[in-house]
């Protein structure tokens, strides 16, 4: 079957901390994969696409990162957090066709 | 790039009563329009989608609409019910340098009152 799942569901840092959100997908091979942010109350705002290992696109200049180090990883990451990353992170994946499925999500709070 | 607008952000119905959502899209290339809706504190979810050659699709309390030559489509929800308050979505598809790519409206809070 396919499946995405991202991890943590919700984290609280400090300013100036690290992130590290990772994604993992199941079931199809070469996946296109997604990350998104969801301010509250907000839209969707795509962050990072991947069509493969190694290949990364940004759609929104920031202190955040994207990697995928294996053809069903993708990790989101910030060295140093601010308090406007805080938000709802999403990872998406396209299993197959057109259609975008999202993982449950992440909560970050940046204090 | 694409442009999607969607309206109303809020959306107050009885249960029982019909929803409409409506979006705009400025890419005539955009095949592909799905709808999500999002519960608090979850991922979005896929209700219903159609793409560019279908004018209509349907299932059970849930339909889409298209207008390509306007441009826009719409989501009905009829004989709503509680469990459908939520936020929905609605986006558009335009292919472009081998990643699909979605661009998403910016959402409709609807709330069925019981």
């Known amino acids: 079957s396919q499946t995405i799942h991202q991890w943590p569901a919700t984290l609280v840092q400090p300013v100036g901390s690290p992130l590290s959100l990772e994604c993992t997908v199941e079931?199809?091979?070469?996946?296109?994969l997604y990350w998104y942010r969801q301010a509250a109350g907000r839209g969707l705002q795509l962050l990072f696409y991947?069509?493969?290992?190694?290949?990364i696109s940004s759609e929104v200049p920031q202190n955040l990162s994207a990697s995928r180090p294996q053809d069903r990883q993708f990790i989101l990451s910030s060295k140093k957090l601010l308090l406007s990353d805080s938000g709802f992170y999403l990872c998406?994946?396209?299993?197959?066709?057109?259609?975008?499925?999202f993982g449950e999500g992440s909560w970050l709070t940046v204090v | 790039g694409e442009n999607v607008e969607q309206h109303p952000s809020t959306l107050s119905v009885q249960e029982g009563d019909s929803a409409v959502i409506k979006c705009t899209y400025s890419d005539s290339a955009s095949n592909y329009f799905p709808w999500y809706k999002q519960e608090l504190g979850k991922g979005p979810q896929l209700i219903i989608d159609i793409r560019s050659n279908v004018g209509e699709k349907k299932d059970q309390r849930i339909a889409v609409t298209l207008n390509k030559t306007a441009k826009h489509f719409s989501l009905h929800i009829t004989e709503t019910q509680p469990e459908d308050s939520a936020v929905y979505f609605c986006?558009?598809?335009?292919?472009?340098?081998?990643?699909?790519?979605?661009?998403f409206g910016t959402g409709t809070r609807l709330t069925v009152i019981p």
């Open positions: 986006a558009a598809d335009l292919y472009q340098t081998g990643a699909n790519n979605l661009f």
């Open positions: 991947s069509v493969g290992i190694g290949q």
């Open positions: 079931g199809t091979s070469n996946p296109n």
């Open positions: 998406a994946w396209i299993p197959g066709g057109n259609t975008i499925y």
